[in-house]
């Protein structure tokens, strides 16, 4: 069985932060690339951040970059992504993959079952 779970959201006013954790069971992911997406409701899910196997390598939307930090800890087999000056258009469920290579830009083989982010103004 494969399961990743993440953990962190939650309700914060606008220019506050959280940190969304994804744990994952069942195999371990440290040879492959992991990945944050997010799903606003009536929205297309989007890629916001993803990571390479050994963290060389990242990559931000442009929406997020300068705010968010994806890392990894893979003793842990987690995935973290660190949020900053957030806003309402941050507003979404967020999830975690884990991706079918070791960089990032593969097709993403397993996901999270979401957290839901809330940003208020």
């Known amino acids: 069985q494969v399961q990743l779970v993440e953990s962190g959201g939650g309700l914060v006013q606008a220019g506050g932060s959280l940190r969304l954790s994804c744990a994952a069971f069942?195999?371990?992911?440290?040879?492959?690339?992991m990945g944050w997406f997010r799903q606003a409701p009536g929205k297309e899910r989007d890629s916001v951040a993803a990571?390479?196997?050994?963290?060389?390598?990242?990559y931000y939307a442009d929406s997020v970059k300068g705010r968010f930090t994806i890392s990894r800890d893979n003793a842990k087999n987690t995935v973290y992504l660190q949020m900053n000056s957030l806003n309402p258009e941050d507003t979404a469920v967020y999830y975690c993959?884990?991706?079918?290579?070791?960089?990032?830009?593969?097709?993403?083989?397993?996901w999270g079952q979401g957290t839901q982010v809330t940003v208020s103004s």
């Open positions: 993959a884990v991706s079918s290579g070791p960089g990032i830009g593969y097709e993403y083989d397993y």
């Open positions: 069942g195999r371990t992911f440290s040879a492959y690339g």
């Open positions: 990571i390479s196997w050994n963290g060389g390598s990242t």
